[in-house]
């Protein structure tokens, strides 16, 4: 073969895509301009970016590549992480390493032998030790051919809590609630709790859950989790059952019936807004001044200010004070809420944060409502 750059003889080439020859790392460095954007990432080149980061995969085809996708448990998830970031940052393994022990099939064997040869014992390996099966059978990620046998394997785990006739017909044919209650069981039954980017957050009462400093509402989220979790696996509430609450908004009630230890369901304010029942923007709100890539939204648009915002460094101020104002102790959305609507955030801002640097026309709205005057 040639260089793609001086075309001298080489048997050198990249080692990522592995269809460039370069002669030296001088023709190398000089094609990387080019080269890049038809040398796209492979999946153990964003593992390893991950690692380092200390920060769940959230690419598909890492996720499916690499194992995460067997993980039924958000725990099972997070060891799995940690067992990578330890061969990765600890241990000293590169991506291209990693990436050829998956590309022959070898990865689960060549990470016990690193992790043996090298006298390194974690609870993340002993935990591999015991779930060697999450790296079996891996292939590579192929799109919708792909997708589909995600969906399938994760269309089982909900199966059971249809309806006979709800399982002879297509999950698209479902009503638009049966749809959200699917999401929120699938997510329940695999141990974990809604994303705050989730649309399952805010319709299934995560988002009324209290906020902290230190943690968004995980706390008071865990344990609107384990109700839900005791409701469908211990109490084996059918979907049906459960999208007769929720159409007629009394999923709340059906907690309080079904589950043991409800009181600080009333205690902490928890709420569940009935499917296409009112909810007010305030919530809206909280997903988008706490969660990362969260869209702004015209009720939050016209509702909290942001139409008043003349340039992008003064919406990104009046999220940022949204963002403290959330965290404080004193906040309750209600409150927020009922500000908004008579007009008054301004008022109710000062009085969380008094001192907080505060531009009065960026926070006023369209209201106030007669009913709050």
């Known amino acids: 073969m040639e260089c793609s750059i001086c075309k001298k003889p080489t048997i050198k080439y990249c080692s990522r895509c592995q269809k460039r020859y370069y002669c030296s790392a001088f023709c190398q460095k000089k094609d990387y301009t080019n080269h890049k954007i038809d040398c796209p990432p492979r999946s153990a080149d964003i593992l390893v970016k991950n690692a380092n980061e200390n920060l769940m995969p959230t690419n598909i085809a890492v996720l499916y590549e690499y194992g995460f996708i067997n993980c039924m448990q958000k725990q099972d998830k997070t060891m799995l992480l940690g067992l990578y970031i330890g061969l990765i940052t600890i241990i000293g393994c590169s991506a291209s390493q990693i990436h050829s022990w998956w590309e022959n099939g070898e990865l689960s064997i060549k990470i016990k032998e690193t992790y043996d040869d090298g006298g390194f014992t ?27 046998s995600i969906a399938d394997r994760y269309y089982a785990i909900v199966k059971p809590y249809l309806s006979e006739q709800d399982q002879t017909v297509p999950i698209e044919s479902l009503p638009e609630s049966k749809h959200k209650i699917f999401a929120l069981y699938l997510i329940i039954l695999t141990g974990c709790i809604p994303n705050i980017e989730q649309d399952t957050w805010i319709d299934f009462g995560f988002c009324t859950c209290n906020v902290s400093q230190d943690h968004l509402g995980e706390e008071e989220e865990k344990r609107l989790g384990e109700l839900y979790q005791e409701l469908i696996v211990q109490k084996g509430c059918t979907i049906d059952e459960f999208n007769d609450a929720y159409v007629s908004g009394s999923v709340v009630d059906l907690l309080k019936r079904k589950c043991s230890d409800c009181n600080w369901l009333s205690k902490c304010g928890i709420e569940v807004f009935g499917y296409k029942q009112f909810r007010p923007s305030v919530y809206s709100l909280k997903q988008y001044a706490l969660g990362d890539s969260v869209r702004l939204s015209p009720p939050i648009w016209a509702d909290y200010g942001f139409m008043n915002c003349r340039t992008e460094d003064e919406k990104r101020q009046l999220r940022q004070m949204y963002t403290k104002l959330i965290k404080h102790p004193q ?15 301004f008022n109710y801002v000062r009085s969380i944060l008094p001192n907080e640097v505060l531009k009065p026309y960026l926070l006023k709205n369209l209201y106030p409502l007669k009913k709050f005057e």
Do not use: M, T
């Open 331 to 345: 906040f309750d959305p209600r409150d927020l809420h009922k500000a908004c609507v008579s007009g008054k955030i």
């Open 122 to 148: 974690s609870g993340y390996y002993k935990w591999f030790l015991k779930n060697e099966h999450v790296l079996q059978g891996l292939h590579k990620y192929e799109g919708e051919k792909s997708d589909k």
